[in-house]
């Protein structure tokens, strides 16, 4: 299947800092991108999606401006908490879907980024 | 609001049972359906995917689709204790998927 590689792991920062995720498909072409959010023993709750070359498109409730999204290129978005808070401590997840065929229609998610605010 | 409805669970089998997981969804127009499997503090991972009504099986795993209904599901036969996780059904909504909140399966040895 394919890849999707996401960086950091695991972050910790400080209160009022900014934080940089990224997410990378590795072997293939990702035109759409999706940032999702997931607290203790809750379901994935998706953020917003990032369209390669093109705005960002956030769910209802996610502030834009806290939460940017950049995606440059068709392997690379990025996602960066700005002013980060302790309630923005949770596990960030990045997916990516490849450009048509049957692959179009199934997730490949990265490994997940635990962000604690302290 | 489309949503996804999952039973949180636990379900709790012995080792060698089937495990039965169940989802509903609101969105009659969905057409494509997923079970991804998570392990705590990781990301899911696809185990099955399935688009036709019926049945679709994959070794141990057996996915269940009543789009009439609106209802999918999915069975674990010979369930081991490393089938112990969060399994989550997900729908596509337009290119995103939606997720349900998951059902954390135990299978005791």
């Known amino acids: 299947g394919a890849v999707v590689s996401q960086h950091p792991s695991w972050v910790i920062c400080k209160s009022g800092t900014s934080v940089k995720i990224e997410c990378r498909s590795l072997?293939?072409?990702?035109?759409?991108m999706f940032w999702y959010r997931q607290f203790p023993k809750q379901s994935l709750m998706l953020m917003a999606t990032?369209?390669?070359?093109?705005?960002?498109?956030?769910e209802q409730g996610v502030e834009k401006d806290k939460f940017l999204i950049n995606h440059a290129s068709l392997t690379l978005s990025t996602l960066t908490v700005t002013s980060a808070h302790p309630e923005d401590s949770s596990f960030y997840i990045c997916?990516?879907?490849?450009?048509?065929?049957?692959?179009?229609?199934?997730?490949?998610f990265g490994q997940g980024t635990r962000l604690t605010v302290v | 609001q489309k949503e996804v409805e999952q039973n949180s669970g636990p379900l709790s089998v012995p080792e060698g049972a089937i495990a039965s997981l169940n989802c509903t969804y609101s969105?009659?127009?969905?057409?494509?359906f997923f079970w991804y499997r998570q392990y705590s503090g990781k990301s899911p991972e696809l185990i099955m995917s399935?688009?036709?009504?019926g049945d679709k099986e994959d070794g141990r795993f057996t996915a269940q689709l009543n789009k009439a209904s609106q209802y999918v599901s999915l069975l674990i036969r010979d369930s081991q204790p490393s089938d112990s996780a969060t399994y989550l059904c997900a729908v596509r909504a337009g290119t995103a998927l939606i997720f349900g909140k998951g059902t954390t399966l135990s299978v005791s040895s």
């Open positions: 072997d293939f072409q990702a035109t759409t």
């Open positions: 990032s369209n390669e070359g093109s705005k960002a498109t956030y």
């Open positions: 399935i688009y036709s009504n």
């Open positions: 969105d009659r127009v969905s057409q494509s």
């Open positions: 997916s990516a879907g490849r450009t048509g065929g049957f692959l179009n229609t199934e997730a490949f």
